[in-house]
């Protein structure tokens, strides 16, 4: 697996203190980028929360799946959370170590009393004494949240006193961009009431092993979630119950517990999100399709990158964006003269970047700009590498709808039916497609739609 180090740099480690407006929550953030460009410690809010015992919660989730590894546990180090600003809520999210686990808590406007929410994204300091400081928390007596600086430091700070280094493996980028586009092909299945959501919640197995294979289905009853056998129309998958364990942190406060999940198609594993509501917040999971299997390999995104036109439509989209919270395809359409499905393949060649993700809730994208190079996340993506290299080297032979691709000693045929791209290889025997095109198929898209493939890549 390939890494990178990231290091992060804080004035100091983010605390829980006492002061003359009470509790103090500092959150204490490394370089990102804002409206303004890069900042070394970039501030985005300073005031009340409305429901504190419940933000700690729900901070302490995303800093569990930070901290996580659902499969084949192992100790390893935690990237501290990301949190960007949308200017009407602050948004936190984190990935699993495995990958197959994302978490974001959304807390919304009505959770924050204070200036407005600034714009940008940066990684915040989550360090152990904090997380014991805040799971003390069990009133919602006064709680400051301050993420960034406080005005005094804002223009004091010389450089960096707290440096963090943590290994960051390129499918964990890549599998931010899997998790987006896995989650727009989501619907609404089904929404439990607090009563039901913490019935269902509390019977899900909190395994402290290695998560099991194989994967359950549930579908929505009268009494909430209920088993079946089968995944019948409507069911979600539910593949590795025992990780959504973060959840229990905040279960006593839901309100309610919405699940989502795309069409069921041919009974096979799929991914599906579950999220909780909450007072002014929401938190939510999203898992892979298996235990065992990360977002990272889902190849959701490859299509997207495999062409010019989505680069350069990407890059009109990308002025467009403005740190909204909500980004409608629709309206982005009518901004840049492009069809709907061209600004789509545009928003997934972005989020592979980090620079947008997708909310559920508000069934729409937002803006974000991870604080790392996620653009690495593309430059060696090994299927997408290996295509360009075969679509580079002309090993690509075009007959029509058929196509052949030379790969080593062998010759791999690639055929167009029902606007879909089938292959004699293995890949595609083992998958059928369900986890993206194989790299034969890719690197005839490539060489289909003319795109710069000199070189290998790009």
């Not at 979600?236 to 990780?243: A, N, S």
Request: proline content about 6%.
């Amino acid at each position: 697996m390939t890494r990178s180090v990231q290091a992060l740099a804080y004035a100091r480690p983010s605390a829980l203190e006492s002061s003359q407006v009470g509790a103090v929550l500092g959150l204490e953030t490394a370089g990102g980028l804002t409206p303004r460009g890069a900042e070394a410690h970039p501030r985005f809010f300073a005031g009340f929360l409305s429901a504190p015992r419940i933000a700690a919660r729900g901070l302490l989730a995303v800093a569990d799946v930070a901290a996580a590894r659902y499969y084949q546990r192992a100790l390893l180090s935690s990237l501290d959370p990301v949190v960007t600003g949308n200017g009407d809520r602050l948004r936190f999210e984190s990935f699993s170590g495995c990958c197959g686990v994302y978490a974001r808590l959304d807390v919304l406007q009505e959770g924050l009393d204070g200036e407005r929410t600034g714009h940008g994204t940066t990684n915040v300091d989550v360090n152990n004494p904090l997380r014991d400081a805040l799971s003390r928390i069990t009133a919602d007596d006064p709680l400051h949240l301050r993420v960034g600086p406080d005005e005094l430091a804002v223009t004091t700070l010389d450089g960096p006193v707290v440096e963090k280094k943590v290994p960051l493996p390129d499918r964990w980028l890549r599998g931010f961009a899997e998790a987006q586009v896995a989650s727009a092909g989501f619907d609404l299945r089904a929404e439990l009431t607090a009563a039901q959501a913490v019935a269902f919640l509390r019977s899900l197995p909190r395994g402290s092993g290695n998560a099991a294979r194989g994967s359950q289905w549930v579908v929505a009853s009268g009494s909430g979630l209920r088993p079946t056998t089968r995944p019948v129309p409507g069911a979600v998958c539910l593949p590795g119950p025992e990780r959504l364990v973060a959840l229990q942190r905040v279960l006593r406060h839901a309100t309610a517990l919405r699940v989502y999940g795309p069409p069921v198609a041919d009974g096979a594993a799929a991914a599906s999100a579950w999220e909780v509501v909450l007072p002014g917040m929401r938190l939510t999971l999203t898992l892979s399709p298996d235990s065992s299997r990360g977002f990272s390999g889902e190849g959701g995104v490859l299509e997207a990158l495999a062409t010019d036109d989505a680069a350069a439509d990407a890059e009109l989209v990308s002025v467009l964006l403005a740190w909204e919270p909500r980004i409608e395809p629709a309206s982005l359409a009518g901004q840049s003269g492009l069809s709907a499905e061209r600004v789509r393949a545009a928003l997934t060649r972005l989020g592979t970047a980090g620079r947008v993700g997708y909310d559920l809730a508000d069934a729409a994208y937002f803006h974000r700009e991870l604080p790392y190079d996620a653009d690495r996340a593309e430059r060696h993506n090994p299927r997408l590498v290996a295509a360009r290299e075969l679509a580079g080297a002309g090993a690509v032979t075009l007959d029509g709808t058929l196509a052949s691709v030379s790969s080593g000693d062998r010759r791999y045929q690639v055929r167009q039916s029902d606007g879909a791209l089938t292959c004699t290889c293995q890949w595609w025997a083992d998958y059928r497609g369900k986890r993206g095109p194989c790299k034969h198929a890719l690197a005839v898209t490539m060489v289909r739609r003319g795109a710069t493939v000199a070189g290998g890549v790009r």
